[in-house]
């Protein structure tokens, strides 16, 4: 028996939990599917240093500022954790879970989302599974000849679990420069870069990593120069224990070799560093299997979207999958304006009141 509402999220991170948000304040009929347990999306899975680039005040998902976190000027994931929890509790959001939703269906006037534990028929939908569950590892020659653990972003939790080990991080992003300075004092460290690494200025965090992306979308839209958004900054928030291992010297990044031994890495001068471990922070690709039977995908795995709403089905809405579906959408404090003009546009398309 398929279940009848205005609006399917598939999703109850924090971007489907902003969706719901407005679509509650819009008087829409809708429900919230979570693969997840218990709430708190991805944020419950990250390793166990992580920490926020802004602080809490600007962090917030709409309509509820994020308090503070007592000792912390930027929360931790836990405390992220307990206010996307209480964020979900205080709006009476209709969240279900665990529900893994296997695919979406057109039919006839409605979208049919199938799942194991049954179906919904929705009048529109809102995907919003982020990417966290579909890590990217790059295809370099060796991989599966190197016969050390290899562990993706996803899969690292503490230093512990790696002390004494010689340990090669991958990446130079905000996730590698992270696992790497939270690895610097208790291994023996490589830090390899594609390119090399450039961080911010110190005083800059996520406030003006906001702002920039803001201003980039604003001028793109009215048809001005683009201003190079936070990609002319640079790459690496300098957070405070990356500060702290880049200023200790323990941070200094390694070009990227060019295969894998079966003992370590080898560059293409013929250098070699042996290694017990890789971990591999080298991102995320959008998590849109479920998808696949609207046969909407584009150039690198995309759906062509305009802001928000699939450009070859408009009753679809894709929220938090980064810059391509809303500015800094993959933010806490970026996603409330693409899911406020999601439900907007929602609410036009069936011709509310």
């Known amino acids: 028996m398929s279940r009848h509402v205005d609006v399917v999220v598939i999703g109850g991170g924090q971007a489907g939990l902003a969706a719901g948000y407005y679509l509650r304040r819009l008087g829409l009929e809708f429900v919230i599917l979570d693969a997840q347990a218990t709430p708190g999306g991805a944020w419950q899975h990250t390793w166990d240093s992580l920490h926020l680039f802004s602080p809490a005040a600007y ?52 979208l049919r989302v199938e799942s194991v534990a049954g179906s919904w028929s929705a009048r529109t939908v809102i995907s919003a599974s982020g ?3 579909r890590p990217f590892m790059p295809a ?8 050390g653990a290899q562990l993706h972003t996803v899969e690292y939790r503490r230093p512990a679990d790696l002390a004494g080990q010689r340990v090669v991080v991958v990446g ?13 004092h208790d291994t023996d460290l490589t830090w390899v870069t594609q390119r090399p690494a450039r961080f911010l200025a110190d005083d800059i965090d996520g406030r003006a990593l ?11 839209d009215e048809g001005r120069t683009d201003t190079g958004g ?31 031994t079966a003992t370590g890495v080898e560059w293409a001068d013929g250098t070699r560093a042996e290694a017990d471990a890789i971990v591999w922070c080298t991102g995320f690709r959008p998590a849109l299997s479920h998808l696949a039977p609207l046969g909407l995908r584009g150039p690198r795995g995309h ?18 999958y980064g810059d391509w579906t809303g500015p800094a959408s993959a933010t806490l404090i970026g996603v409330g304006r693409p899911a406020r003009d999601a439900a907007r546009a929602i609410v036009e398309l069936l011709d509310l009141p």
């Open 59 to 110: 962090s917030s998902l709409p309509g509820r500022l994020m308090p503070p976190q007592q000792g912390e000027t930027y929360p931790d994931a836990a405390h992220v954790v307990d206010y996307l929890t209480d964020y979900e509790r205080r709006y009476d959001l209709p969240v279900v879970r665990p529900v893994q939703v296997e695919g979406v269906h057109r039919d006839g006037n409605y």
């Open 131 to 133: 990417t966290w569950w």
């Open 140 to 147: 370099v020659p060796g991989r599966t000849e190197f016969k």
């Open 172 to 184: 130079g992003g905000n996730s590698g420069a992270q696992i790497a300075a939270d690895l610097a």
């Open 210 to 220: 906001f702002d920039h992306a803001t201003a980039r979308r604003r001028a793109l």
């Open 230 to 260: 936070v990609a002319s900054l640079g790459d690496i928030v300098a957070v405070p224990p990356v500060r702290e291992a880049r200023d200790a010297g323990l941070l200094k990044a390694q070009p990227m070799f060019t295969r894998l």
């Open 303 to 320: 759906i062509p979207t305009a802001g928000t709403q699939a450009l070859r089905e408009p009753r679809l809405h894709l929220l938090g």
